[in-house]
């Protein structure tokens, strides 16, 4: 029995977020090109040596980026929108961080999220283009591992059903003409890594646990039969991940070396399928048998039992012992955390520790002994440890939890009744605007934070400073006159951090980062242990903004869902049972900010749609519990109460339902990037609560004309009641720098203004 361990993927930031500065440093001018370059490709190698260094026996390459590897793909392709006029050489630098970022006078590429993950990347947008190999990036990176490091790599490139499936811009008719134009692509990549040396080619494909239609499966089929006909020296290890592998009876049968299923997420499905259809014996089997997604360490007796079966089961002759998918979507080492519980860091595993655990159920199965200073009794007495700790066993919290009543989850009002009553009571304006949340937190802000954070000022001077920071845009919403203010919340780093260090049941990492979007990295909070409401998070900032103007100031809390799906969760509960325990908390505080007179309240709920199961037939369950947490925070609230409610991008063609089921009284939603698919799918299935389209994206520098704005709200009045209609930007400012925040939303202003106006002449 051969037997490999591997990982399909690496964080690629480093340990203290070196990719990001480096990025980031070449955004701003501060390294010219060729630093930069050298840079990177330094980084890539350093990630190398340690994996090697962490005994795997096959290293992976492609999982390396720039920017994202979705825009990789479309920049490797010529897959460039005629808006960056590409000359149509190889994409260079300022053309790829324009179709990410926008730039003056373009707007970037749409985002959205991978899956069902946290992770963002860019649309690639398919408009008839003559596609072309314009470079093919992976090669140099096995060619720059195999001639600098000496090491036969296995390249990775996201597969060419995945890479359609997630692009947009064609039909039924185009989609035929975009695969013909794009698999010769893909056939030439993989010639020229075979030409190289490449033993292995890793192709995921993560769309392959999704729903598919017999036409799908056929499609699936055709695109392989031709990969192999055209380059048959090329081992392919068809890489799946976050569910089950769909029609597996046909799939598992493609002209393919290998297939990598996912044993964590999909283990049911999977393992049913191995029981039913077996497995193809003349195929490498990768086994996801350990979790690339969360934080928490192997039972590794429990792993080894499950793959000694899974290997059982499938017959197999060679297989590989790999993450469930690709470790980018975990921090990098426990090794960089130094404050932490000694219990709860002993229960945990980054990426590093996971390609440990993956060595050691490799040669425990291969010499059928446990090596490496008792590994297996130290997760098992680190597991349990956890599980006796007193966080775990919070009686406040489960009396808490069993008191919850069937009225708990519904207002007092219907949306209509409330919505007339808060008319009256707020007196707000037709297009009232407002903004998300927070506003740019500036280098000083940043300095300030660190500073107080490593003790170098004091409590108070910290408080001080963070008053004077929200008077001063305070008086800044006044002077460009918005009509419901937010306090800035400059308080906060991150959206789910700050409300987790003020909960308990919450731990919090220094270095853990990983990816959201482009650079922007952000340290998920660990729930480890019952969440319970201790004293008034927010109470105090909005208070105190509040009193500064006669203009309404939000409060801002962050939705339970959105603190589960972005946090890393505790494995011993389900999740719908932590999302009460958090809901309940919210609950508390929400009648905080009540009490202290605040009228218009927002929970962010942007990460609802990223708990669902990747399959439609699955969301029923999820969204039940979903919506009923988000409920359970916001019910007990009076009618008059306003409660708002923000998400970010995702698709909403199928998703109106539920968002109307959270019966938020006002919804913003980020759509600037897909405003006119939002518009049509309204046109289809109206919205009868408030609701604010994101009228400009807050992820590119670019300041937009008052009449742009104009056009996009007008487009909007067309589905929407006035009546209903807020104007808001796409999302929350804190990375946008502060003469373009002030300068668009100055533009938004004047865009509602010139609305009322008009209405007022027809009148």
Known sequence: MNLVSTAIGYPYIGDNREWKRCVEAFWKGAKSEDPFILEMKTNRLNQLKRQQSLGLDLLTVGDFTFY??????????????????????????????????????????????????????????????????????????????????????????????TFVQLSKGYDAISKASFILKLLPLYVKVFQQ????????IQVEEPALVLSLAKEDVKLVQQIYKQIAE??????????????????????????????????????????????KFGFPKDKVLGIGIVNGRDVWRAHLAEKAMNTKAIISLSGVKEAWIQSSCSLQHVPVTTKSETKLEATLLNALSFADEKIIELTHITSYLSINTWTGNSSVSQSILAIQALAQHQARNNSRVKEFVSLVKPEDFKRQMAYKERQSLQREALQLPDYPTTTIGSFPQSEQVKRTRSAWRKKEISDTSYAEFVKNETARWIQIQEEIGLDVFVHGEFERTDMVEYFGEKLKGFAFTEKAWVVSYGSRCVKPPIIYGDVEWTSPMTVKEVEEAQQLTS?????????????????????????????????????????????????????????????????????????????????LATS???????????????????????????????ISIETSRSHGELIHSLKH????????????????????????????????????????????????????????????????????????QQKEQLV
């Open 636 to 666: 007990s609230v009076k009618n008059e109460t306003q409660i708002h409610t923000h998400m970010c991008y995702c698709e909403f063609n199928d998703f109106i339902d539920p968002i109307s089921a959270l019966d938020a009284d006002v």
């Open 685 to 756: 299935h109206p919205y009868g609560l408030g609701i604010g389209l994101g009228v400009y994206d807050i992820h590119s520098p670019r300041v937009p004309s008052v009449e742009e704005i104009e056009k996009i709200v007008n487009d909007c009045l067309e589905i929407i009641p006035k009546e209903q209609f807020w104007v808001n930007p796409d999302c929350g400012l804190k990375t946008r720098h502060e003469d373009e925040t002030i300068a668009s939303l100055k533009n938004m202003v004047a865009a509602a203004r010139k609305l009322r």
């Open 193 to 200: 890594l075979v030409d190289a040396g490449a033993q292995w």
């Open 230 to 275: 055209e380059v048959p020296a090329a081992q392919i290890m068809l890489q799946t991940y976050f569910d089950g592998l769909s029609a597996y009876e046909e799939l598992s049968q493609l002209p393919v070396a290998g297939i990598g299923l996912d044993f964590i997420h999909g283990i049911e499905e999977n393992m049913s399928s191995l029981r």
């Open 551 to 631: 203009k309404y100031v939000k409060g801002m809390l962050t939705g339970p869902v959105t603190i589960l799906n972005w946090s890393f969760v505790r494995d011993d509960l389900s999740r719908e049972q932590v999302a009460n325990q958090i809901a309940l908390a919210l609950r508390e505080e929400i009648q905080a900010l009540e009490d202290a007179g605040i009228a218009i309240i927002q929970v962010d709920e942007p990460a609802l749609r990223e708990g669902l199961p990747l399959r439609k037939e699955n969301w029923n369950d999820y969204l039940a519990w979903a919506v009923h947490a988000f409920k």
């Open 68 to 161: 994202d590897r979705m825009l990789d793909l479309s920049a490797m392709f010529g897959l460039v929108p005629a808006r960056y006029k590409w000359s149509g050489k190889k994409v260079d630098l300022k053309t790829y961080y324009t179709m990410a970022r926008g730039a003056n006078d373009v707007v970037a590429c749409e985002m959205t999220k991978w899956f069902n993950t946290n992770y963002h990347y860019i649309v690639p947008e398919y408009e008839g283009q003559t596609l072309q190999l314009t470079h093919n990036y992976i090669l140099d990176y096995f060619t720059e591992a195999k001639e600098e490091l000496g090491i036969i790599t296995k390249p990775t490139i996201i597969g060419p059903y």
